[in-house]
T-cell receptor, first 109, second 113 residues
Framework: AQRVTQPEKLLSVFKGAPVELKCNYS??????LFWYVQYSRQRLQLLLR??SRESIKGFTADLNKGETSFHLKKPFAQEEDSAMYYC???????????FGKGTKLTVNP | KAGVTQTPRYLIKTRGQQVTLSCSPI?????VSWYQQTPGQGLQFLFE???????NKGNFPGRFSGRQFSNSRSEMNVSTLELGDSALYLC????????????FGPGTRLTVL
């Protein structure tokens, strides 16, 4: 069975502080992982995908197959980063996404 | 390009009724997926359609069904509504390039009384 776990429902940091949103997965195949973000009153949208190995808005995420993790990191949080963040696993050979329950990030001034 | 559109945006029904939700994908996208979002269960996959064929189905009862038309527009239907079906239903479209981004619509908020 496929499962994505985000252990923190809420995460609060101060502006300029580093932030790490945790994501662990369980999947027997080769994982393809994503981070989606939902800003207030906006649609769910892709933040980054592991296969691209890119940095978006200062965020990065590294796939660690040994620890089955895909944590999202940013060295200096900004107030505009406040949002709901979802880690998602794409099931091989399909467009099916398995989502974690999400972490609400609040960046305080 | 216009984004994914969903109609209606809000819907109120009573138990036992049925409902049909509609999704228009981004032009050129041939894959459409549906998700149910609730506070307790989060985002759960319902089904995925590609070229009018259901390719994947989530773990939902048979009361939940869907279809896709030749123009890639999709509908989902829920029959014999239950209180627990109250949720935000999200549609996402994709160009069906492997591991590509899914583009989400604003959702339809269904309330079952």
């Amino acid at each position: 069975a496929q499962r994505v776990t985000q252990p923190e429902k809420l995460l609060s940091v101060f502006k300029g502080a580093p932030v790490e949103l945790k994501c662990n997965y369980s999947y027997s195949g080769s994982p393809e992982l994503f981070w989606y973000v939902q800003y207030s009153r906006q649609r769910l949208q892709l933040l980054l995908r592991h296969i691209s190995r890119e940095s978006i808005k200062g965020f990065t995420a590294d796939l660690n197959k040994g620890e089955t993790s895909f944590h999202l990191k940013k060295p200096f949080a900004q107030e505009e980063d406040s949002a709901m963040y979802y880690c998602a696993l794409m099931v091989g050979g399909s467009e099916k996404l398995v989502f974690g329950k999400g972490t609400k990030l609040t960046v305080n001034p | 390009k216009a984004g994914v559109t969903q109609t209606p945006r809000y819907l109120i029904k009573t138990r036992g009724q049925q409902v049909t939700l509609s999704c228009s994908p981004i032009s050129g996208h041939r894959s459409v997926s549906w998700y149910q979002q609730t506070p307790g269960q989060g985002l759960q996959f319902l089904f995925e359609y590609f070229s009018e064929t259901q390719r994947n189905k989530g773990n939902f009862p048979g009361r939940f069904s869907g279809r896709q038309f030749s123009n890639s527009r999709s509908e989902m239907n829920v029959s014999t509504l239950e209180l627990g079906d109250s949720a935000l239903y999200l549609c996402a479209s994709s160009p069906f390039v492997p591991y590509n981004e899914q583009f989400f619509g604003p959702g339809t908020r269904l309330t079952v009384l």
